[in-house]
């Protein structure tokens, strides 16, 4: 079954952010290793994230570990392109083995190692790593009607760029980042409403990512001593008022509403049974964590997540996951917030590859 795969010690599934953070610890270890990624290019999700996206962070925020990210000329925070063009030169620059484009099917145990299936061929490990993040697995809500409607839906990781949508009515759903900033730009060009399942919580003007980051570790550290962390005062999913944003509310542009009951063909019907012609929907509803690949493993709990200490699988030993969210970490899918969550697998792995016999890559 294994006798025309390539042997590796580990193999780090994703060559994202948070691919590339592992795959930084791993050359450090001296491990025979890879990096698997689907992507035809470099820069995971970002390249394919729409013209405006902004980080929420400042540059010197979101560094992964090793090498600083370089300031935004002229200043600000960070756009698409400058954190796709760090994650392409982070790579060259660690001369990580990244392999492309390389999907892992699956994940599957053959004798004292684990065998990923892809579709450029078969690879096995010791230890395997998946760093697959969400993209993949946009998720929308159930609601009814939604076979009928006629309109455009998309999600936003779809999404591109407002003039696609001037002078439409457009449905903007999701209380996040995501729909904050589409809605703060799209209502310049298009009538649009914005469905939140409750009222959004929007931080204050002078609080960004990084002010979220640190309260996020100091309530760690808090937790770790033993001492009461006091009740949150902003979670990472809260709307930071980066500047278009922040325009936006000035210009009263910020009003949400709360859902609908169902979609009819040509838009929607409210709670209070009044109706809006809707030309189209975004959904900036989120994404579940892409881990069906490990679907043979038997290691996906019913929330589609696995059951995880520190990072590393409870049922499968030889399987660590980084970078989907705080149950894999605190901040892990963040760029500022992966590094902790890599390092710390990457030393599990060393450890207890220790005692395993050395294999000559293939
Ligand atoms: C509005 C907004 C603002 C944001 N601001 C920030 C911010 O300020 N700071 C920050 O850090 N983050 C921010 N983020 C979050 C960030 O975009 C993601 O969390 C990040 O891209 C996750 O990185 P990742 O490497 O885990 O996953 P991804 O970037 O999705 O990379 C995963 C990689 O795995 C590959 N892959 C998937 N499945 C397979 C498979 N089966 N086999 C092989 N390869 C596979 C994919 O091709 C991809 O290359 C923001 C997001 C939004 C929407």
Same mark, same amino acid.
């Given at each position: 079954?294994?006798?025309?795969? @390539? /042997? ?8 994202? +952010? ?24 470099? =820069? ?15 540059? @010197? ?15 600000? &925070?960070?756009?698409? $392109?400058?954190?796709?063009? &760090?994650?392409?030169? &982070?790579? %060259? ?11 892992? #099917?699956?994940? %599957? ?11 450029? =061929? ?24 939604? #076979?009928?409607?006629?309109?455009? @839906? ?8 407002? +003039?696609?949508?001037?002078? +439409? ?26 469905? *939140?399942? %409750? ?5 204050? $003007? $002078? ?10 570790? #100091?309530?760690?550290?808090? +937790? ?22 922040? %325009? ?52 996906? /709990?019913? $929330? ?11 049922? /499968? ?11 894999? =970490?605190?901040?892990?899918? *963040?760029?500022? =917030?992966? *590094? ?7 030393? /599990? ?14």
């Amino acid at each position: 079954m294994t006798a025309d795969a @390539q /042997e590796r010690r580990v193999i780090v599934i994703g060559g994202g +952010q948070s691919g590339l953070a592992v795959g930084y610890f791993l050359r450090r270890t001296g491990l025979d290793f890879e990096i698997l990624d689907a992507n035809q290019g470099p =820069g995971g999700a970002w390249p394919s994230a729409w013209d405006s996206l902004h980080l929420f962070s400042p540059a @010197q925020w979101s560094s992964l570990p090793g090498w600083p990210m370089p300031p935004v000329p002229g200043g600000g &925070y960070p756009g698409r $392109d400058h954190v796709a063009a &760090y994650l392409a030169a &982070y790579e %060259e620059r660690y001369r990580l083995p990244v392999r492309r484009p390389v999907r892992v #099917e699956t994940v %599957e145990r053959a004798e004292n190692r684990l065998l990923a299936r892809t579709n450029a =061929g078969k690879w096995t490990a010791l230890a395997v790593v998946s760093a697959t993040g969400g993209a993949s697995r946009p998720f929308v809500p159930d609601y009814p009607g939604v #076979e009928g409607f006629r309109g455009r @839906q998309l999600h936003s990781c779809s999404y591109r760029s407002p +003039q696609d949508f001037a002078g +439409q009515r457009v449905l903007v759903v999701g209380g996040g980042n995501s729909g904050a900033q589409i809605l703060a730009e799209l209502s310049h060009v298009a009538e649009v409403t914005w469905v *939140t399942p %409750e009222a959004p919580t929007f931080l204050p $003007d $002078d609080v960004d990512g990084r002010v979220l980051f640190e309260r996020a570790t #100091e309530r760690v550290r808090a +937790q770790q001593e033993g001492r009461d962390p006091g009740p949150p005062k902003g979670g990472l999913g809260d709307i930071v008022m980066v500047p278009p944003v922040r %325009e936006a509310r000035d210009r009263g542009a910020l009003r949400s509403v709360r859902p609908f009951l169902r979609f009819e063909p040509d838009g929607v019907v409210w709670r209070d049974r009044s109706r809006s012609p809707v030309d189209a929907v975004i959904w900036c509803t989120g994404f579940r964590p892409a881990l069906v690949h490990l679907a043979p493993l038997g290691v996906l /709990e019913p $929330d589609g997540c696995v059951a995880v200490q520190d990072g590393r699988s409870v049922r /499968e030993p030889r399987l660590w996951l980084v970078g989907y969210g705080d149950w894999t =970490g605190l901040a892990s899918a *963040t760029l500022a =917030g992966v *590094t902790r969550a890599a390092r710390s697998a990457v030393q /599990e792995i060393q450890d207890a590859l220790a005692d395993a016999p050395t294999v000559t890559a293939t």
